[in-house]
C-alpha cells in the first residue's frame, strides 16, 4: 500500500474513533481494563475443573469434589494469576479497575485458602479412603485414553469392594463423626463414584478385554461406595435440635462470623449488626403505632396486623393482584421519576406458580426472570391454607412484587446480563443482590408509596422481618437461639403465621444460604439507602441518573460500589472502613 492510501486510512480511522467516542461517550462503560484477568480466570479454573474432574459419557459436566491431583493443579492455577496482577499497574488504574483487581485478588485468595484448606482435611482424612488410589489412577489413565491391562485393574477393583465393606463394618460399629468431616468424606465417595462410572463407560463395550474382566467388579464397588457412604452419614453429629422444630443446622461461632463479614467488605461486627437491627427495630415499631392509632386499635399494632392478615383475596385471585400491585409500583415510580426502566425488561418477566413442596420452605412468593407465586393449592390442608392466604394478603404484598420483578430481581436479572456480566458470575454478593431491591423498599417507603395505614402496616411487616433476619441468625450462629426460639421469635414478636415463620427458619438453616446472606437484605439496603443520600441528597445526581448508575455496575460489596461512585482511589492493600450507620 502506498504511503498516500496509508495516511488517508489512518486518517479515516482517527475521523471514525472521534465520531464513536462522540457519539458514545460511554461506549465501555460496561467493563473496566481487569475485564480480560477476570474472564480468564474463571475460563481457566472451569477448564482445569473440566480436565481433571469427572466426564461421564453422554451428560453434560458437572462439579464434584476435587481429587489431590485437581487439587495441586488449581493451586498453581492461582499463583500464576497473583503473580500476573502483582505486575500490574494498579496505581494507575481508574477507580473500577481497582475494584475488579481488588476482587479478583480477594477471589483468587480465598479459592486458594479453600483448596489448602481441602488438602489439610483430606490429609487428615486419609485413613477413610484407602481405596481411592485406585479409582483416581483408573481415572488419570482415561483421561487421554491410554491402554490398561484389565485383569489387574478387575483384581485391584475387588480389593476395593473388599475394603470398602470392611470400612463400612468398621464404622458401623464406631463412634460419631463430625458432621462436618461426613458431608467431606459423602462429597469425596460421590466424585470417586463419577470418576469411577466415567472411566468404566469410556473403555466398556469399546475394549473387548476390558469389557470380558471389568463389568462385575466395577458394579461390586459401585454398590459398595453406595453402602460405604451410608454407614458415614448414619454416624454424623449433625444437629437436629431436639427442641420442638425438627430443624438442623451448625452453628458456626462468632469469629467465623466476624471474618465472614470481613470478606464481604462489611466493617461491622456481628455484635454491630446486632445494634442496627435493634435501633431499626425501635423506628418500626413506633411507625406501626401511628398506623394502628390511624386504624382505631391504639397502641395495640398487632390486631391493627390480624385485621391486615385477613385482607386476603379469594382463591384463584392472586395472579390478578400481583399484576394489580405491579402497575401501581411502576405507575409510582414513574410518576417521581425515579428510574427509567427499559421497556424491554417491563414487558418480559413472567409468572409461575410455586409448588406446594417449596412452600413448604419458601411461604412468600419469590422472583428473578419471572415471579413465583405462593398461594395455597386444593391438597393443602384448611390451616395451611388458611396461613398461606393471610401471609400473602395484599398489602403485606405491596412492597415486595417490585422487589422480585421492577426494579427489582427481575431487572437486576435483566441488567446483569447487559452490563459488566463478569462480576455477577465472579463476584456474586447477597449485599448487591438483596440490598438492591430491599433499598427500593426503604425508598418507597420513605416517599409514601405507602398511602393507608394498612399499607403501610404490609410493607412495616416485611421491614420487621428484616431486622429479624439478622437478629435471629446471628443468634442461632452465635448458639444463642436453638431453631425454635427463632420461629417463636418470628411469630410472636414480628406477626408470622406459624407455619411460614418454620419454612423461613427451616430455609436459613437448613439450606443452601450462606450464614450472611438473610442478614444482607437490610444490611445492604441500608448501605445503598445511604450511599443514595450522600449522592443524591446532595443534589449530585438525580435518583434517576443515581439508579442507572448502580443497576450498571452490576455485583459488587457496597464499599467498593460507592468508591467508584464517588471516584476514590482504593489503597493497594483495601481493607473494609466504611461506617455507613448513623447510631445516635
Known amino acids: 500500500m502506498s504511503s498516500f492510501r496509508q495516511n488517508i486510512m489512518v486518517g479515516f480511522c482517527l475521523m471514525a474513533t472521534s465520531f464513536v467516542q462522540g457519539q458514545n461517550s460511554d461506549m465501555y462503560s460496561h467493563t473496566t481494563a481487569l475485564e480480560p484477568y477476570v474472564v480468564r480466570y474463571g475460563h481457566d479454573v472451569q477448564a482445569v475443573n473440566y480436565f481433571y474432574g469427572p466426564m461421564p459419557k453422554g451428560r453434560s459436566y458437572q462439579r464434584f469434589a476435587a481429587s489431590p491431583q485437581q487439587i495441586d493443579r488449581l493451586i498453581a492455577l492461582d499463583q500464576t494469576y497473583l503473580k500476573e496482577l502483582n505486575e500490574l499497574d494498579y496505581q494507575h488504574l481508574p477507580t473500577g479497575g481497582q475494584v475488579d483487581y481488588q476482587l479478583l485478588k480477594r477471589k483468587i485468595a480465598r479459592n486458594t485458602e479453600d483448596l489448602k484448606k481441602d488438602q489439610q482435611t483430606y490429609a487428615r482424612l486419609e485413613g477413610y479412603l484407602p481405596f481411592a488410589s485406585v479409582i483416581y489412577n483408573f481415572e488419570q489413565t482415561r483421561r ?17 469392594s473388599r475394603q470398602l ?33 466415567s472411566a468404566f463407560e469410556f473403555y466398556n463395550e469399546y475394549d473387548p478385554e476390558f469389557t470380558w474382566w471389568v463389568p462385575t467388579s466395577f458394579a461390586d464397588v459401585n454398590e459398595r461406595l453406595d453402602e460405604y457412604k451410608e454407614a458415614l452419614q ?30 464481604e467488605s462489611i466493617a461491622y461486627t456481628a455484635d454491630e449488626l446486632l445494634k442496627i437491627a435493634d435501633k431499626e427495630w ?81 411461604p412468600f412468593f419469590t422472583g428473578g426472570r419471572e415471579i413465583s407465586i405462593s ?41 446483569n446480563r447487559r ?53 435471629f441468625s446471628i443468634k442461632f450462629h452465635l448458639g444463642e437461639w436453638t431453631p425454635q426460639q427463632c420461629i417463636d421469635y418470628l411469630v ?49 445526581m438525580s435518583y434517576a441518573e443515581f439508579h442507572d448508575r448502580v443497576i450498571k455496575e452490576n455485583y459488587l460489596p457496597m464499599e467498593m460500589l460507592r468508591a467508584i461512585l464517588t471516584d476514590q482511589k482504593l489503597p493497594m492493600n483495601y481493607k473494609p472502613t466504611w461506617k455507613f450507620y448513623d447510631f445516635k
Not at 145 to 154: E, I, T
Not at 378 to 400: A, C, E, I
Not at 438 to 447: P, T
Open 144 to 160: 487421554r485414553g491410554h491402554a490398561l491391562d484389565a485383569k489387574k485393574l478387575a483384581t485391584d477393583l475387588q480389593h476395593v
Open 165 to 197: 465393606h470392611e470400612k463400612s463394618k468398621e464404622i458401623k460399629t464406631g463412634k460419631a463423626i463430625p458432621s462436618a468431616d461426613v458431608t467431606f468424606l459423602t462429597n469425596a465417595l460421590e466424585s470417586l463414584k463419577q470418576r469411577l462410572t
Open 234 to 263: 448414619s454416624k454424623s453429629d449433625w444437629q437436629v435440635f431436639d427442641d420442638g422444630s425438627n430443624i438442623g443446622g451448625q452453628p458456626i461461632g462468632k469469629a467465623m462470623l466476624n471474618q465472614k463479614l470481613q470478606d
Open 282 to 362: 425501635a423506628w418500626c415499631v413506633k411507625e406501626l403505632l401511628k398506623a394502628s392509632r390511624e386504624m382505631g386499635f391504639g397502641d395495640d399494632w398487632r390486631a391493627a396486623q390480624e385485621k391486615v392478615k385477613n385482607t386476603y383475596v379469594p382463591v384463584g385471585k392472586q395472579p390478578e393482584l400481583i399484576n394489580q400491585l405491579y402497575d401501581k409500583a411502576q405507575a409510582f415510580i414513574q410518576q417521581n421519576n425515579l428510574m427509567d426502566i427499559p421497556p424491554l425488561a417491563d414487558e418480559t418477566w413472567g409468572m409461575i406458580m410455586m409448588t406446594p413442596e417449596r412452600q413448604l420452605v419458601n
Open 375 to 415: 398461594y395455597p393449592t386444593n391438597n393443602m390442608s384448611y390451616d395451611q391454607k388458611v396461613m398461606s392466604m393471610r401471609g400473602n394478603n395484599p398489602h403485606f404484598s405491596l412492597g415486595t412484587v417490585q422487589h422480585e420483578l421492577v426494579p427489582g430481581h427481575h431487572l437486576q436479572y435483566f441488567m
Open 419 to 471: 452490563y459488566k456480566p463478569y462480576r455477577e458470575q465472579h463476584f456474586n454478593t447477597p449485599f448487591w443482590t438483596e440490598g438492591w431491591t430491599l433499598y427500593w423498599e426503604l425508598l418507597l417507603y420513605r416517599m409514601g408509596f405507602a398511602q393507608t395505614p394498612e399499607e403501610r402496616i404490609g410493607m412495616l411487616f416485611w421491614r420487621m422481618h428484616r431486622c429479624a433476619r439478622i437478629t
Open 492 to 540: 410472636n414478636e414480628v406477626g408470622h403465621e406459624p407455619a411460614n415463620a418454620h419454612g423461613e427458619v427451616k430455609r436459613s438453616f437448613e439450606g443452601s444460604y450462606d450464614p450472611l446472606y438473610q442478614l444482607a437484605y437490610m444490611i445492604g439496603g441500608l448501605q445503598l439507602l445511604s450511599i443514595s443520600d450522600e449522592l443524591v441528597g446532595s443534589g449530585k
